[in-house]
């Protein structure tokens, strides 16, 4: 053997060991993090960090135990989409018959969503001369979700599921110093404003009966200005209100037994990466519970949530290597349960199907955009993820990207924590921000 192979072997054999020792270096620098830092010995946490380009495990805790994801299940949703739906909702289906034009929803949730910047559907209503009639679904999907908190059902983050939602299937709720009694938006729900009493404290505050659409206000003389987001209960004949007030003529329900969409036609309102990113973004429950009856509606013709995962689950899903339980699309139900390595399998799926422009472009980027904005800052952003919080829930699942250029597959999820999320991001920060570093 030469002298130049030899010393050529031994520069190998030395980059080889001090790769492999600075993989254990940071293994136990991540694993004494998990055991030390205050906030993680509350509550119970797991993670997997993967290297997809080498096809190794980077590291991992309690990687094929169970969590509650909260949204991190909108990763699930998003995935489905992806599947089923194409580049642009369809945000109605209808008939022109005679002089009539027949319609149904999709389940679009662009439609009057000042969230999003969609007005297809609302200028081809506004701009028809036929009479308009409504069909509402023969099979309604249940509002809430399974494992939903019953009484949430006020809060702007708890709207109700619908085959033809309308402003976000929410009303918002204004105070000023010139009104004594709240300004509602969309202005047809002022009629539903009454007046709570006794007046307690000092704060602006509006809250729907359980089961009416009925809303009480208490505006203090001293409150500051603000809304309130509050959802309100969805049924065929307040889509058939709104609407004609929204339109400003009459829209009619008919009967959904009595009519034929077999030779319907079709209206397209937004591309579907605008509901995807503001999914991602910014965690909408509403766009993400309503992606999901769209996708039912595209292989079944029914606006039905568990269509939609039992497909995506047996045809595109059944490669995991552990069974998941997934049952909504939001994430807000404690049912669903994933462990670290199922998401990470399912975000390596996503990255092979989705550029990875496009797919950094709809992810919240950490101290850049989205839930993350304020978190894991540096002069370019290196984590690329969707972040899922509930009560005693956070968990951060996505992409980090190394100093040196590689770009691994993380899942970060912790439970039954009892201390305040933030010192729970803080000890994920360090794991993370040390293998961006040094991996």
């Not at 975000?347 to 199907?353: A, D, F, T, V």
């Amino acid at each position: 053997m030469s002298f130049l192979k030899l010393v050529l072997q031994i520069i190998l054999i030395v980059l080889i060991f001090s790769s492999c020792s600075s993989s254990r270096k940071l293994t136990m620098e991540a694993q004494n993090t998990l055991q030390e830092y205050p906030a993680f010995k509350t509550g119970f946490s797991g993670i997997y960090i993967y290297d997809p380009a080498e096809k190794k495990v980077v590291f991992e805790h309690n990687s094929e135990k169970y969590f509650t994801p909260a949204s991190n299940t909108k990763l699930f949703t998003f995935y489905a989409g992806l599947k089923i739906l194409g580049d642009s909702a369809v945000g109605l289906e209808y008939i022109v018959k005679e002089d009539s034009l027949i319609f149904r929803g999709t389940g679009d949730p662009s439609f009057l969503y000042d969230k999003l910047q969609s007005t297809a559907v609302y200028d081809f209503l506004k701009e028809r001369n036929e009479t308009l009639y409504y069909v509402p679904p023969i099979h309604e999907e249940k509002h809430f979700g399974p494992g939903w908190s019953w009484d949430d059902y006020s809060y702007y983050y708890s709207v109700e599921r619908a085959a033809m939602p309308l402003f976000g299937n929410y009303a918002t709720f204004t105070s000023s110093a010139e009104d004594t009694v709240p300004v509602a938006k969309p202005a047809y729900f002022n009629r539903y404003l009454v007046k709570d009493s006794p007046d307690s404290g000092s704060s602006f505050t509006v809250v729907r009966n359980h089961d009416q659409n009925k809303f009480l206000y208490q505006q203090p003389a001293e409150a500051e200005n603000r809304s309130r987001i509050v959802p309100f209960i969805h049924s065929p004949h307040l889509v058939t209100a709104l609407l004609a007030d929204t339109l400003q003529k009459p829209v009619k329900i008919l009967d959904p037994k009595k009519v034929d969409f077999s030779n319907s036609k079709l209206l397209y309102s937004i591309p579907t990466d605008s509901l995807y990113k503001r999914m991602l973004q910014v965690s909408d429950n509403f766009i993400a519970e309503q992606l999901l009856l769209m996708s039912s509606r595209e292989i079944s013709d029914t606006l039905k949530t568990d269509i939609a995962i039992n497909y995506i689950k047996k045809n595109h899903l059944q490669d995991l290597s552990q069974e998941i339980n997934w049952v909504d699309g939001s994430g807000l139900s404690i049912y669903n349960k994933f462990t670290p390595k199922t998401v990470v399998e399912l975000l390596e799926k996503i990255s092979k199907e989705v550029p990875q422009k496009r797919l950094f472009e709809l992810l919240p980027a950490g101290g850049e955009s989205g839930t993350i904005k304020n978190f894991y800052k540096a002069k370019e952003p290196y984590i690329y993820a969707k972040t899922g919080t509930i009560s005693n829930v956070h968990a951060l699942s996505g992409y980090l990207k190394t100093k040196n250029g590689k770009v691994l597959i993380f899942s970060f999820m912790n439970n039954n924590y009892m201390v305040p999320s933030a010192e729970i991001k803080a000890g994920m920060e360090i794991i993370l921000r040390d293998i961006h570093l040094n991996y």
